[in-house]
C-alpha cells in the first residue's frame, strides 16, 4: 500500500495551473459568461417582440368580430325601423 505524501499531490495542480494558463482560464470563462448574457437577453427580447405581435394580432382578430356583430346588429335595428315605419 502506497503512502500517499504532500508532494504527489501537488504534481498534478502544478501542471493544470501553469501561471500563463491562468489568464486564458479565466479569458475564456468570462467570454462564456458574456455570451450566456448576450444571448439570454436577445432570446428575450425576439420573444417579447413575438408575444406582442401575436398579442396585437389577436386583439385586432377580436376588433374585427367585434366590429361585424355591431354592424350585423345595427342592420337589424335599421330593418326594424324601417318596417316600423312601413306599418305607420
Known sequence: MAIINANMLKQPFKRAFKPGSMGQ???????????????VYLAA??????????EQLV???????????????????LQALEQFIAEL
Not at 25 to 39: E, P, R
Open 25 to 39: 482560464f479565466w479569458l475564456t470563462q468570462s467570454v462564456v459568461i458574456a455570451s450566456t448574457i448576450v444571448g
Open 45 to 54: 427580447s425576439v420573444g417579447l417582440m413575438e408575444a406582442l405581435r401575436y
Open 59 to 77: 386583439n385586432q382578430r377580436d376588433l374585427y368580430y367585434m366590429n361585424e356583430s355591431l354592424k350585423a346588429e345595427l342592420d337589424d335595428n
